[in-house]
């Protein structure tokens, strides 16, 4: 990670998120932006907070049979089902370049038991190309075995805790909006020794195609994301931030500045941008230029004093 | 597909102008002057949607020629239909060019082009680039009906030869255009196509049936459109010189192909390498 | 209720919902609808399968303050808080004009508490003018009390078996789409003797008003409807219709026939039909007709052939 | 208000003309026979969105005349700005007229209309039935900036007598229009106003203050349009005749106001009889 130069004047988008400074409050959602170099030719990454990396597991998946994608009314429905290369790979081939990216690099770690988690978490974290790891324990899309882990506190709290053995390096662990109480969840992994909260992963979701009479999506069922999610997204950070100290990355249809602040009136520390680059890959410079704006406006030296400025049960980040 | 060396940007356009060949097709002139460029035959461009909320679309690059460029679509679902009523003068913004597009000189100097409805819109470019390099040009084109053949006769000034099939037989041949391609029984040196899923799949079986290579570009739905999400993938020969690097298989992993990006390894494959 | 003529010619779109024949399988939404006066002037409610009243419970409800009402994208969210007048006024001064509607009229029963389920059901099912009672145990817009029923077993269970025992009318209960496993809910309400599930209610959200920094409802959160959700309700009926043996009536987001064949075909044996109408007042009359047409297209006879089919694991309507 | 007679129905419209009298409003005109005659004074339509996927949009009727009714609209989001951008020729449904309208009859022969921005869609067929009929009647205008008061000619050329105030002073009155209306000091025996919610609250106060009556339009998101759906409430004094039938209030209840829908019980409603 090489450090963003800050602006000497203008109000400070800067965030903190666990052990990680980051000088703008965008990361790019796990699975959405590659890992940078494809939209290089679109926007400066120097620019961004951060990228999640796509989700990685213990041994190489080809993925879910297309197709992959629907496109829903203000959303996409996605069930890729994890494809990538295995830990082992991807370790050999692909984290080294890594260090090119001048933003920071945040792992995504995906399992389907809580050894999994412990294991790529510790050989991922063990690389200096790596700034944090996501835990994400909320992918809907490979069978329910995934989802099983965010929807059950007892293993959302397993698998945080397995993985906190192992590194000391930033955790961030990712919950999934598909329970009834997603704040009972948050305040357990924030027990088991969570750094921060990614807030929230896709909805379940599918599409039928009526003219086969058959789901569109080669897996059945998949995520939703995009906008048509965002008012579920922005209530799922409420409630947490009202449970927990630690930060949040909020995400769910974030496009430009005003979605990212209704994140961070709700009590996001930092927010993920994940659709919102399919709509338009400017998104994160739009976000970042539009969050300086609202503050100058408003005469605000800094977001921190904005976060959670919507919540009157905000409980503060410690 | 060879690699493509033009890079990609971010382009703000504007409607230059419009035309509507048949109900419900559209081509959308846009002045872009460093697309017109850089555009090669076969690749495509990702559609900032202008009011958000929904994912870029894909769309083939037409035309491309001085500072211009041009879409054709059908208005199928909400992102299309917004493109199809934008007035003149509207601001566009669209970034490309992108994938990878024909390997035209692997295609020999007598090729049939194939088009299933707006899938035309991939071939022009490479008519004109394989009749300018002195190739015969057969372009075998099929739609529904009569009237949704569009843009023909510009192909035939060119000096492609077109034979046309209708499904419902109101011009041509009456039938599917790949049974038109078969039967024909002529010689080609390779054959490159682009339409529904379901056309390019017989156009594979016949290529194979004729002993003749076929480079089909497929279509999917697209989120990225840059090889971020992998959400666009077919199933490719593990030999294929397209397939991405998967060091190794899973263990129990039996299956001999990998999931390509058709907007990143393709949109273009040479159809014998598909597992479809 | 006055009988719709069954039409002689072409296939038929008629469906049964316990023990409603309904010639059309399109409901309108409770809540959405008012009791159908309202949309008289612009759609023949002779030709709408029926109409589902807006929630009625024990006490009169100013309901919440406003705004009630937020725009999303390519969704709604709502917080009305059950506004009514109460069982008694009601009784008094609006049932009667019910006996009017051409259509079935399905009173719906809100409550917050057991007993008031079972009071409130007993005494609307009573009356004549009401063909069969659905119950909301899934409101989310009455603090967390609504919703609770409908999110926890128990409770869904208790809330049923009240209702069975008071009225041998068709029982309809409206699950809630905001839990893990709504099959499993499904299966014991079906199992406490409901004659067929609503599936599924609004979606838990919120939105904020970046300018004020303040919820934008009156109430803070609210409930999501509307072609955004689509995804989320086509998933929930293809569940519950893998678990229970009663019909479904499917529902969020439905505005044509297309919309409606994706439940359909999921296992819903009718749909309902709430935002659709705000969008365009003639939807139920667009979705009968697309209904039709696509049966004969296709040369099917009855909509009952379509009910399940794109859902192997479809247990079929008992 | 007294509830009208006119019965709402579905109308298919074409967009006869339309201007942009400023950057960012527009006025579209519809051929639209039957709701061009059915129209009284403070009604309003729903426009149901092309694309569909979004609640119908509530707009006040402002012109209705012969066979053509026009909409003024500002465009502030994704609906309106769809309608912004239709072009010539393009067909809208949309239904109604919807809501009672002003009580003409009840503000006098001395009528203050006071309009905020596009608020002044409402207030061009009132101006007209009242002068029509001798009124005497002084439009109160106020927008952010000079460039933003569209429209004021019209009414000057009805013969009503124009006051303008703009938030930065570019013309006429520096500041609110609300406090236009105070300064004046002069003497009506009715006001009529239709704008943004906080000037409809400072329309309240100087109404109060000055001891005349005053009708607001009011203004909130709508989904149904029509009563149906109990979303777009104002509380409002139970002894308004407006006032929805509520037979008795809740064991404990102690508000002396109950929920009135905006859509059907106004949107027009008596400034002094509102609990908001
Ligand atoms: C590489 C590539 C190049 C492409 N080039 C072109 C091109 O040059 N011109 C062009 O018109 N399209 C082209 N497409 C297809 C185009 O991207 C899609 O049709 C478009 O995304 C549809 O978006 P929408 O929002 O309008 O419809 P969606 O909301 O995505 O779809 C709406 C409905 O239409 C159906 N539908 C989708 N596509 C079609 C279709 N083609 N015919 C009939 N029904 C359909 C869907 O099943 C759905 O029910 C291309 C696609 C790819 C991947
Ligand atoms: C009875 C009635 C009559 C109306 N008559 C008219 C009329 O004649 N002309 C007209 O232009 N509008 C009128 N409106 C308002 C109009 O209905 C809304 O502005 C419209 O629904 C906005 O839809 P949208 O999808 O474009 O924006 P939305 O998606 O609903 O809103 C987009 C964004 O814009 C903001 N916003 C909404 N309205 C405004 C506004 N007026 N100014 C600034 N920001 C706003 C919202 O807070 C939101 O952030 C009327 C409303 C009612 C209830
Ligand atoms: C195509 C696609 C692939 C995704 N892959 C992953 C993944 O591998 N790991 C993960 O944690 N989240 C994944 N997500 C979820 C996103 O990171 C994000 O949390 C979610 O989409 C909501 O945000 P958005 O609406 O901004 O996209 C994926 C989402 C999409 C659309
Ligand atoms: C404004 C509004 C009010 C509603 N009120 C009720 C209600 O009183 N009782 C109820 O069971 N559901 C109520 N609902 C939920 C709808 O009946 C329906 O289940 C839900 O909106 C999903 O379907 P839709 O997307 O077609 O609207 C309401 C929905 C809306 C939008
Ligand atoms: S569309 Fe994202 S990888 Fe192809
Ligand atoms: S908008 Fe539905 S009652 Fe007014």
Known sequence: MVENAASATGPSIATRIGKLDLPAPTLMGSGCYGSGEEYAPFVDLAGIGGIVLKSVTRFPRLGNAPPRLVATPSGLLNAIGLQNPGIDAYLENDVAKFAERPCAVIGSVAGFSVDDYAYVTERLAA???????????????????????????????????AARRVT???????????????????????????????VVNTVRGMAIDVETAKPRLG???????????????????????????????????????????????????????????????????????????????????????????????????? | MPA????????????????????????????????????????????????????????GIYEAQGDRISLMLVAVGPRTRELATLPLGAQLDLFGPLGNGFDLAALGDEVALVAGGVGLASLLLPARELL?????????????????????????????????????????????????????????SGIAACGPSPMLRAV????????VRAQLSLEETFACG???????????????????RFPAPAPGETRDYVHARICKEGPVFWAHELRW
Chains 1, 3 share one sequence.
């Open chain 1, 168 to 198: 000391a390096k930033t955790l961030i662990v990712k919950l999934s909006p598909n329970v009834t109480d997603i704040a009972a969840i948050a305040r357990v992994v924030e027990a088991a020794g969570a750094d921060a909260l990614a």
């Open chain 1, 219 to 318: 897996n059945t069922t998949g995520g939703l994301s995009g906008a048509a999610i965002r008012p579920i997204a922005v209530l799922a950070v409420w409630e947490v931030a009202r449970a927990v100290k630690i930060p949040i990355v909020g995400q769910g249809g974030i496009e430009n500045a005003r979605d990212a602040l209704e994140f961070i009136l709700a009590g996001a520390s930092a927010v993920s941008i994940g659709t919102g680059n399919f709509t338009d890959p400017r998104a994160p410079q739009t976000v970042a230029d539009g969050l300086r704006s609202y503050l100058a406006e408003r005469r605000i030296a800094s977001l921190r004093d904005v976060v959670g400025k919507a919540n009157p049960g905000f409980a503060g980040v410690r």
């Open chain 2, 4 to 59: 493509l060396e033009t890079s990609p940007a971010i382009h703000r356009t504007v409607v230059s102008d419009r035309r509507e060949p048949a109900p419900g097709i559209s081509v959308v002139g846009l002045y872009a002057p460093r697309l017109a460029g850089a555009t090669r035959p076969g690749q495509f461009a990702m559609v900032v949607p202008p009011g958000g909320e929904r994912a870029a679309t894909a769309l």
């Open chain 2, 226 to 244: 840059v090889g971020a999400c992998w959400g666009c993938v077919v199933g490719l020969s593990r030999e294929s010189a397209q397939a991405p």
């Open chain 2, 204 to 211: 594979a079986r016949v290529a194979a049936d004729l002993g």
């Open chain 1, 127 to 161: 690389r200096d190309e790596i700034d944090a790891i996501e835990l994400n324990i909320s992918c809907p899309n490979v069978g329910s075995e995934g989802e099983t882990f965010a929807c059950d506190p007892g293993l959302a709290e397993q698998a945080t805790r």
């Open chain 2, 132 to 188: 300018a390099r002195g190739a015969r040009v057969y372009l075998f084109y099929g739609a529904r009906t009569a009237g949704a053949l569009v843009d023909a006769d510009l192909f035939a000034e060119l000096g492609a030869r077109v034979y046309v099939a209708t499904d419902d037989g109101t011009l041509g041949w009456a039938g599917y255009v790949t049974d038109l391609l078969r039967e024909t029984a002529m010689h080609f």
